[in-house]
């Protein structure tokens, strides 16, 4: 097969593309590998595990705010309900090699969880400095099982 058809086979059907990759690989035909969009690929892989991560710790940490913030206490158990969910959600996606840049994205993460907070709740009362930290969080998704 040339790189031209292996090309066109992943534009065109990308389900085939994946079937004839998985095939070289277990043959381990190197000819036959499509390198370019196999790592292209991965590195997506990668990226939309670490994106899954950065979104369902937004969430918990939005609905962590609305429990200890928003004084509605009837919510609390729906809130908690959602965390649960989400700390479910990134046991299953979480890779300790991401630790490093959610710690750095961390205050970014943290402001995009205020700012769905205050679709919802007034903007008088919760901290400017996330209360909560990563190692906190982590730990109540591990504690969640």
Request: with cysteine; hydrophobic share 30%; aromatic share 12%.
């Amino acid at each position: 097969m040339n790189q031209g058809n292996k090309i066109n086979i992943y534009e065109t059907d990308f389900y085939q593309w994946t079937m004839e990759q998985s095939e070289a690989l277990k043959e381990q035909n190197l000819d036959k590998l499509d390198w370019e969009n196999i790592i292209e690929e991965i590195e997506a892989l990668g990226r939309s595990d670490y994106q899954a991560v950065v979104s369902l710790l937004t969430r918990i940490i939005q609905h962590q705010l609305k429990i200890d913030y928003a004084n509605k206490p009837q919510t609390n158990r729906h809130w908690q309900a959602e965390i649960k969910a989400f700390s479910n959600t990134i046991r299953r996606r979480y890779s300790p090699s991401m630790k490093t840049k959610l710690e750095e994205e961390w205050e970014d993460i943290y402001s995009d969880a205020i700012d769905l907070y205050l679709i919802d709740y007034p903007a008088d009362n919760f901290p400017q400095v996330c209360p909560y930290s990563l190692n906190e969080v982590l730990n109540k998704c591990k504690k969640n099982k």
